[in-house]
C-alpha cells in the first residue's frame, strides 16, 4: 500500500474530536432562559395562546427526555403571572331536582370560605332550631293551640250530646273507636227519625272537628315557620350580603336553602335519619357544599399537569356508596377531574398516556369543541345500566392543552384520528440539539447550575463542565451542535457527583469525577456488545485487521437494541461469475428478506453506477453475488454502498484490498460518497477489534469527508491517531476509497479515452474483455463441433 499518496486523505488528530477550554469557558448566569434555543416551539406556543378560537390547542412534538415540560412549565409560570386568576368551583343540592346539582362559581379563594360559612350556618341554625322548638315557651303556644281547639270540639261534642239525651240518646265511643249514639234507657223506645237526624247532625259535627284539626294543624305550621324564620334570618341574612349580591344563582340557592329548611322541620328537629343523612364534618348531604376547585387568589391562570389522564381524572367523577343494598350519591361525592382544576388556564397532558387509557382521548376531545366539562357516569355510559345518577350542571370550559409527545405518534394522529387536527390545530417542534457556541454553552453551563443547585449536589468546577460539553456533542454526533436531551444531562450530573462523594479530596467535582461516571454509564450499557466482542475474541467472527484479500471487505454496521448502541466491523463479500449473465447482481440479503427498503436502494444504485463504468467499452458478461458473512440479522440502510461498490471491482479485477483498513459511507450513481449516520460509533467498532489484535500503525477507517463535522471520537482513538496507530481517511468518491484500499490509480485513461492498463478499472475491462474472447472461442468450437457432427450423420 502506498501511504504516501494516502496522506491528504488522512485526517488530522485535531479533527477527531472539538474540546472546550475549561478557562474560556463562559460563567453560569444566575438565571437564564429555560426555552433558550426552541424559538420555533415558543412561537408556536404564544401563537396558539394568543388566539381565543376553538381548535387552537398544542401538540408539542420531540424526543422523551428533552425536558419539554419543564420548559413550557416555566415559560407559562412567567407569561400567566398577570392573567387573571380563575373563579372557585362549588357544588350544592338541588332542592327542586336532586338529581341535577348545582354548579355555583364564586372569586377565587372564596369558595372554601363559602363552604365554612354555609356549614356553620347549619350547625348554629340545627342547635337554635332544637333549642327553640323544645322550649318552654314554644310548647306552651302549641298547648295554647290545642286547648282552644279542644274547648272548641267539646262544645260542639256537648251540644250534639244535649240535643240527644232529650231523645234518650248519647254519644259513646264504639270498641273501634267510633262515635256513634247508643240509647241512655234500653227500655225505652228509639225514634228512628230522630237517629237518623241526629247522625246526620253528626256528621256535620265530624266535619267541623275535622276542620277544626286542620286549623290547629296550620296555626302549630305557621307558629314553626315564624320560629324558623325568626331564626334563620339572621343567620343567613350576612352570607347573603356577602355572597349573593352580585350572584343571582347564590341569592336563589340561598332562598332556596331556607324553604327547604322551613318545609321540612319537623324532619330535622325530630332527627330523621333518612332525611339527614350525613357527610364530612356532620353536615347532612343536602345542605353540604361540596368545593370541586378552589385557587389561591392572584395566583394567575392555573397550570395543571395530569399525568394519568384517565377519563375520571380529566373530566372529573361522581362517587357512589351503598346503603342498605342500594347505590346512592349525591353533589358531596362530586370529583374534580384536571380540566376544571386547569379551566381557565392550562392543562398538559402526555399524549402517550392520554391515548392508554379507553375514552380519555373521546372525553377530552368532546369537552374541548363543545367548550364545556360534563360529568357523567362512564360505567353508566358502558354498561347501560339503570341506575340513578347525578346530571350535575355543565361547566363553560375554558382551557389550553398542550399534548407531549414524539414525532411518530403525532403522525400516526394525524392519519387515524380524522378530528384531531381540528382540535390541535398547533404544532410545536422541539429542537433536540443547538449550535455549538458561546452562548450556547453559557445556557447550558447555566442550566447544569440549576440542575445541581436544585438536587443540592456539591459544586462543579470549569473543567467538569468542559468534559461534560464535550459529551454532549458527542451524543450529539456533531462537533459543532451540543444534546438537548435533559434527562441524559441530569443522570451525568448526578453520577459525576456521586464519584466525588465517595472520596471528596478535590475542592470541587472535576473533569475525573465525569469521567468515571461515563465509563459507569458506558460499561452498564455494554452487556450486548460484550456478547458480540465475545464471539470475535474466540474467533467464531471472521473478521481480519490485517493482511490482503481479494472479494472481502470491512464494513461497518451498528447494532441497536433499546438504549444500547455500537458499531461492529462487518465482513463483506463478492463472488464473480464470468460468461454468464448480463452484470446481474444477487443480493442475498435481499433475497433471503434480510434487506431493507433502503439496503436495496444503494443496491440498485451501485449496480447503476458500475453499469457506466464498463458497459462502454465490453458487455458486462458476468454475474456477481454480495453477502454480509454471518449475519442473521434485518438490515437496511445505505450505508454500506461504498464498501459493496468496492468489494465487488475488487473481484472483479482480481485485486486484493486493504484488510486493515474499513470502510463505511453510502454513495450515488455519479460515485459520490455521501454522509451516514452513526459514523463516531462505527469508527469505535472496528478501533477496538484492531486494539484486541494489536495496533500495527497500518489501521484505520475510510469515512465521507461530509461526516467530519459530526466526528467526536473517544480521547483514546484521538491519542491513538495522533501517535500515528490509527489513521481515519475522509473521502469524496468511490475513486477515493479504492486508491486507499488498493494502493493502485483507479481510473486514470490514455489518449484514446481508455483504461490504462495499470489502473483498477484498466485490470477490470481487461478481463471483460478476456471473458468476452474466451466465450467467443468457446461458441465458435461449439458450432464447429456441431457442424462436423452432422457431417458425419450424412456420411452414414
Known amino acids: ?104 362559581t364564586l372569586p377565587s379563594g372564596q369558595g372554601s370560605i363559602f363552604a365554612k360559612d354555609m356549614h356553620k350556618l347549619w350547625q348554629a341554625l340545627y342547635q337554635k332550631l332544637l333549642t327553640k322548638f323544645s322550649s318552654i315557651s314554644h310548647q306552651n303556644s302549641i298547648n295554647t293551640i290545642k286547648q282552644t281547639a279542644q274547648k272548641s270540639e267539646r262544645t260542639l261534642i256537648d251540644k250534639l250530646n244535649e240535643t240527644a239525651k232529650t231523645h234518650n240518646l248519647i254519644l259513646r265511643q264504639s270498641a273501634d273507636q267510633r262515635a256513634v249514639f247508643t240509647p241512655i234507657d234500653e227500655k225505652k223506645p228509639i225514634n228512628n227519625n230522630i237517629l237518623e237526624k241526629l247522625q246526620k247532625q253528626l256528621t256535620k259535627t265530624n266535619i267541623k272537628l275535622d276542620e277544626l284539626e286542620n286549623e290547629v294543624n296550620q296555626k302549630i305550621d305557621e307558629l314553626h315557620d315564624s320560629l324558623v324564620a325568626k331564626i ?26 331556607e324553604q327547604d329548611i322551613i318545609d321540612n322541620i319537623l324532619f330535622i328537629i325530630e332527627h330523621d335519619d333518612d332525611f339527614l343523612v350525613k357527610t364530612v364534618g356532620n353536615i347532612p348531604n343536602r345542605y353540604y357544599v361540596n368545593v370541586v376547585v378552589t385557587h389561591a387568589p392572584n395566583s394567575g391562570a392555573p397550570i395543571i399537569f395530569e399525568d394519568m389522564p384517565t377519563h375520571p381524572n380529566l373530566l372529573g367523577h361522581i362517587e357512589h356508596t351503598t346503603q342498605l343494598g342500594t347505590i346512592v350519591t349525591d353533589a358531596s361525592m362530586i370529583r374534580a377531574g384536571a380540566l376544571h382544576r386547569a379551566n381557565g388556564g392550562y392543562l398538559l397532558l402526555e399524549a402517550s398516556s392520554l391515548l392508554e387509557h379507553p375514552y380519555a382521548w373521546q372525553g377530552l376531545k368532546r369537552a374541548l369543541q363543545s367548550k364545556k366539562i360534563s360529568l357523567s357516569s362512564l360505567e353508566q355510559m358502558l354498561t347501560l345500566t339503570g341506575s340513578v345518577s347525578l346530571e350535575p350542571d355543565a361547566i363553560d370550559l375554558s382551557v389550553k392543552v398542550i399534548l407531549l409527545g414524539e414525532p411518530d405518534l403525532y403522525y400516526e394522529l394525524l392519519e387515524f384520528e380524522p378530528e384531531f387536527n381540528s382540535v390541535f390545530k398547533i404544532r410545536a417542534d422541539f429542537n433536540d440539539t443547538l449550535p455549538r457556541n458561546a452562548q450556547s454553552e453559557r445556557f447550558l453551563v447555566t442550566k447544569m447550575a440549576d440542575m445541581i443547585h436544585s438536587q443540592h449536589l456539591p459544586t462543579f468546577d470549569n473543567t467538569a463542565f468542559a468534559t461534560i460539553l464535550d459529551e454532549l456533542s458527542a451524543l450529539a454526533d456533531d462537533k459543532d451542535k451540543l444534546d438537548l436531551h435533559s434527562d441524559r444531562l441530569m443522570q451525568l450530573i448526578v453520577e459525576s457527583a456521586r464519584h466525588y462523594l465517595l472520596n471528596p479530596k478535590d475542592n470541587a467535582v472535576n473533569a475525573n469525577h465525569v469521567k468515571q461516571a461515563l465509563n459507569d454509564i458506558k460499561e452498564r450499557k455494554s452487556h450486548l456488545k460484550e456478547l458480540y466482542w465475545q464471539e470475535f475474541r474466540n474467533g467464531q467472527q471472521l473478521i481480519k485487521t490485517s493482511g490482503y484479500a481479494i472479494g472481502e471487505i470491512n464494513a461497518l454496521t451498528i447494532i441497536a437494541y433499546a438504549d444500547s448502541e455500537f458499531g461492529l466491523p462487518a465482513r463483506l463479500s463478492a463472488l464473480i461469475t464470468p460468461k454468464f449473465g448480463t452484470g446481474e447482481i444477487l443480493d442475498i440479503e435481499r433475497d433471503v428478506e434480510l434487506g431493507g427498503s433502503l439496503h436495496a436502494k444503494g443496491m440498485l444504485i451501485m449496480t447503476s453506477f458500475l453499469r457506466s463504468l464498463f458497459s462502454e467499452f ?21 450505508s454500506a454502498t461504498l464498501a ?135 461458441q465458435e468450437k461449439e458450432k464447429i463441433k456441431k457442424r462436423n457432427k452432422g457431417k458425419e450423420d450424412n456420411e452414414r
Open 1 to 104: 500500500m502506498n501511504t504516501a499518496n494516502n496522506n491528504h486523505y488522512r485526517l488530522p488528530h485535531t479533527t477527531l474530536k472539538r474540546y472546550t477550554d475549561p478557562v474560556s469557558l463562559p460563567t453560569a448566569n444566575d438565571s437564564f432562559e429555560v426555552s433558550f434555543g426552541q424559538n420555533r416551539a415558543m412561537n408556536a406556543i404564544n401563537t396558539a395562546l394568543d388566539i381565543k378560537a376553538n381548535g387552537y390547542h398544542v401538540f408539542a412534538v420531540g424526543e422523551n427526555g428533552l425536558g419539554k415540560r419543564t420548559i413550557i412549565t416555566r415559560f407559562l409560570s412567567e407569561r400567566t403571572k398577570s392573567d387573571a386568576t380563575p373563579p372557585d368551583l362549588v357544588y350544592v343540592h338541588n332542592f327542586d331536582t336532586p338529581r341535577n346539582p348545582i354548579a355555583l
Open 644 to 778: 459493496e461498490c468496492a468489494v465487488l471491482l475488487s473481484a472483479l479485477a482480481n485485486i486484493p484490498i486493504n484488510q486493515s483498513l474499513a470502510i463505511t459511507g453510502s454513495m450515488n450513481q455519479l460515485g459520490e460518497a455521501q454522509a451516514i449516520g452513526g459514523v463516531n460509533e462505527k469508527i469505535i467498532g472496528f478501533f477496538d477489534a484492531c486494539a484486541e489484535r494489536g495496533l500495527t500503525g497500518t489501521q484505520g477507517v475510510i469515512i465521507p469527508k461530509s461526516n467530519t463535522n459530526q466526528l467526536m471520537l473517544p480521547d483514546h482513538i484521538v491519542q491513538s491517531v495522533k501517535d500515528g496507530q490509527f489513521h481515519i481517511y475522509a473521502i469524496e468518491t468511490i475513486y477515493d476509497a479504492l486508491q486507499i484500499l488498493t494502493g493502485l490509480a483507479i481510473n486514470d485513461k490514455n489518449k484514446h479515452g481508455n483504461y490504462k492498463k495499470s489502473t483498477l478499472f484498466g485490470k477490470i475491462v481487461k478481463r471483460l474483455l478476456k471473458w468476452e474472447i474466451d466465450d467467443k472461442d468457446e
Open 232 to 257: 334563620i334570618a339572621p343567620l343567613l341574612t350576612p352570607i347573603s350580603k356577602k355572597y349573593a349580591v352580585h350572584n343571582k344563582k347564590i341569592d336563589q340557592y340561598l332562598k332556596s336553602y
Open 618 to 638: 465490453t458487455e458486462l458478461n458476468f454475474s456477481a453475488s454480495l453477502a454480509f458473512e454471518q449475519s442473521y440479522a434485518h438490515i437496511d440502510g445505505d
